[in-house]
């Protein structure tokens, strides 16, 4: 089974924040997200910046896209993205068309979703899912379990590459031993830490445990 990656969501209100962490963590990383919050607040610069610090990594662009799927995927197409996500809600007209300009766009799965819709993002190439828990969901008192668990490892047997997202801590990771996920995404359990670079390498050795 192939080690999942792990991906470093940036976001930070400023880009001179978010840049201080990505220099300490970015080189352990495999993939190095420029979060909504950052990307609203610092626009695609901040993808130009990450893909002139880290040429030869996998830079994310998470900007939830919700319609004019071809402008926003051409837009960070050309600052430097290999992934985009969309909302769950979009259309599938606006996905297609962000499908059409940039292939690895990624559905980012909220509340808007079904199994029926999940076909019909098969049906148009989009090959990749995010499982989220939203901050606001775990700031609610809901935590990862069984149900989580099932709907990842459906996903997986329709086909789709899934990363998991929402709150994850090393704790976490064992959840989803013997599970193909293609990528665990964490924002302050590295980014809020004091020493990024070692949150960052404690998660790749955990998942090293159980992807050796």
Not at 2 to 29: R, S
Not at 153 to 171: A, H, M, P
Not at 183 to 208: H, L, S, V, Y
Request: aromatic share 8%; net charge negative.
């Amino acid at each position: 089974m192939i080690k999942p990656k792990l991906q470093m969501a940036l976001d930070q209100n400023t880009l001179a924040e978010a840049v201080a962490i990505a220099h300490l963590a970015g080189p352990i990383v495999d993939i190095v997200e420029v979060g909504t919050i950052l990307e609203l607040q610092e626009g695609q610069q901040s993808i130009r910046v990450f893909r002139k610090m880290f040429p030869d990594k996998i830079i994310a662009s998470d900007t939830k896209c919700a319609d004019a799927g071809s402008t926003v995927a051409q837009n960070s197409k050309d600052a430097g993205a290999d992934l985009m996500t969309v909302i769950d809600s979009a259309t599938i007209a606006t996905m297609k068309s962000a499908k059409s300009v940039l292939d690895g766009i990624q559905v980012e799965l909220y509340t808007a979703w079904s199994w029926e819709l999940a076909e019909q993002w098969k049906e148009i190439g989009i090959k990749q899912v995010i499982y989220h828990q939203s901050r606001d969901a775990l700031l609610a008192g809901e935590v990862w379990g069984d149900k989580d668990l099932n709907i990842v490892k459906k996903f997986i047997e329709l086909g789709f590459e899934i990363s998991v997202t929402g709150g994850l801590d090393l704790n976490t990771i064992k959840l989803f031993e013997g599970v193909s996920v293609t990528t665990f995404i964490a924002g302050r359990a590295i980014t809020g830490q004091d020493n990024p670079a070692k949150a960052a390498q404690d998660f790749q050795d955990e998942i090293r445990k159980y992807w050796p």
